[in-house]
């Protein structure tokens, strides 16, 4: 997974003190919004040896479609939504991601 990519609230503090000393006004909840969604797909990038696959925000959800656009799985957040659970426990969203991408990788 890349460096660049918050996977934790330490990185999510760095990473908006570093874009403010750049002129870039973000909010926390933003670079959370990113990260999660940027995790979810590296993971699905490393199970399939490549970008085949797209995660793509469908509400609170996120939504996976395959290289011909058909939905091929869904994650839901565990609680109110996936910033909550970043903030709540990063190391337990990014074992149901992992989870999540192996059931959907592997039901195909």
Known sequence: MSVEIPQSMDDVVMQVAQ???HGETVTEDEVIKNAVRDILQAFFDEALEGHYDDVKW???DLEVTDIMGKVV?????????FIADFRANADDLLLRFEDKTTKIVGGR
């Open 73 to 81: 799985g869904k994650v839901v957040p565990k609680g109110k939504d």
């Open 19 to 21: 874009r403010k000393l």
């Open 58 to 60: 469908a509400g609170d």
